[in-house]
């Protein structure tokens, strides 16, 4: 059996040093500076702001993770609450759709014939 190996290759050109922030209650922010490969600050780029908390569903912990449409540190504050709630709703309707798929996926008897048999039971 032949099997391609991948290689992982750094992207020396998408530099960012990242620093964290945190309330130690609802989530943490993440500040991603992007630098050259000596380590400069790359002002050619924008600063991104990630926030990632986690909400308590049914299932369990739902990690959550989203980018934050912010200048500076102050807005990217100010904008998590509401960050957050999209990151929500989108994975919310995310897993509804996979629900959808994997409901149309089940295999019934008789329907597909791939069971043994054809899939038809006789008694």
């Given at each position: 059996?032949?099997?391609?190996?991948?290689?992982?290759?750094?992207?020396?050109?998408?530099?960012?040093?990242?620093?964290?922030?945190?309330?130690?209650?609802v989530?943490?922010?993440?500040?991603?500076?992007?630098?050259?490969?000596?380590?400069?600050?790359?002002?050619?780029?924008?600063?991104?702001?990630?926030?990632?908390?986690?909400?308590m569903?049914?299932?369990?912990?739902?990690?959550?993770?989203?980018?934050?449409?912010?200048?500076?540190?102050a807005?990217?504050?100010?904008?998590?609450?509401?960050?957050?709630?999209?990151?929500?709703?989108?994975?919310?309707?995310?897993?509804?759709?996979?629900?959808?798929?994997?409901?149309?996926?089940?295999?019934?008897?008789?329907?597909?014939?791939?069971?043994?048999?054809?899939?038809?039971?006789?008694?």
């Amino acid at each position: 059996m032949n099997q391609e190996t991948q290689t992982a290759t750094f992207n020396g050109e998408n530099l960012y040093r990242e620093e964290s922030f945190t309330d130690r209650t609802v989530g943490t922010l993440r500040r991603m500076t992007p630098v050259d490969k000596e380590g400069n600050i790359d002002n050619s780029r924008a600063v991104v702001y990630v926030g990632q908390t986690q909400v308590m569903t049914a299932m369990g912990a739902l990690p959550l993770s989203f980018e934050l449409q912010a200048d500076n540190l102050a807005d990217a504050i100010a904008g998590f609450s509401d960050g957050a709630k999209v990151a929500f709703e989108d994975a919310m309707k995310e897993l509804e759709e996979l629900r959808r798929e994997q409901a149309s996926s089940i295999v019934m008897p008789g329907a597909g014939g791939d069971l043994p048999g054809g899939g038809k039971i006789q008694l």
